[in-house]
Antibody
């Protein structure tokens, strides 16, 4: 059974770095891609980036300079790091495999 | 970036009726392999998005036959037959033809 679960801090201060983890089960990261998607409260979905099965990455150009996605295949974990956070980065953050399996999401609030 | 524009629904929709949601892309979503890279999702209140269809018209695993996707090039439609209470939520189209992957703003379906 494929499952993904996001984890990370619920509150981040402005200008700080966000670190999130997506822990997967029921699939291998060496044969599946994982995307990160975020959704501000009451708004739509924004694709942030993807890590491919070969470890390569692609990012949304709008946030590429602040974003890094990596993984640890031995732990079945995918990581998101985004720096210079601002209040507009407040959102629910999801990880998803090929968009067919999604985690429950983790809410991140950027506030001092 | 490819802009995805979704149409509205004449809410509320009576239970048992059909509903169609339109989605236009600012660029053709046909890739050189001949496939058209358009996904549809349903996000129920408080839940993660659920993939309904991919490649314009292929239903995802476990998705009811009441959901059917159609279209080509830059114009797409998701038809929901015999609408039921569980179909309520926000529907999103998404292009995965090129980076950055982009979503429409969403179309809300309310039932009467």
């Amino acid at each position: 059974q494929v499952q993904l679960k996001e984890s990370g801090p619920g509150l981040v201060q402005p200008s700080q770095t966000l670190s999130l983890t997506c822990t997967v089960s029921g699939l291998s990261l060496t044969s599946n891609s994982v995307s990160w998607i975020r959704q501000p409260p009451g708004k739509g979905l924004e694709w942030m980036g993807v890590i491919w099965s070969n470890g390569g990455t692609d990012y949304n150009s709008a946030i590429k300079s602040r974003l890094s996605i990596s993984r640890d295949t031995s732990k079945s974990q995918v990581f998101l790091k985004m720096n210079s956070l601002q209040t507009e980065d407040t959102a629910m953050y999801f990880c998803a495999r090929n968009f067919d399996y999604w985690g429950q999401g983790v809410m991140v609030t950027v506030s001092s | 970036d490819i802009v995805m524009t979704q149409g509205a629904l004449p809410n509320p929709v009576p239970s048992g009726e059909s509903a169609s949601i339109t989605c236009r892309s600012s660029k053709s979503l046909v890739y050189k392999d001949g496939k058209t890279y358009l996904n549809w999702f349903l996000q129920r209140p408080g839940q993660s998005p659920q993939l309904l269809t991919y490649w314009t018209s292929t239903r995802a695993s476990g998705v009811s036959e009441r959901f059917s996707g159609s279209g080509s090039g830059t114009y797409f439609t998701l038809k929901i037959s015999r609408v039921r209470a569980e179909d309520a939520g926000v529907y999103y189209c998404q292009q995965v033809r090129e980076y950055p992957y982009t979503f429409g703003a969403g179309t809300k379906l309310e039932l009467k």
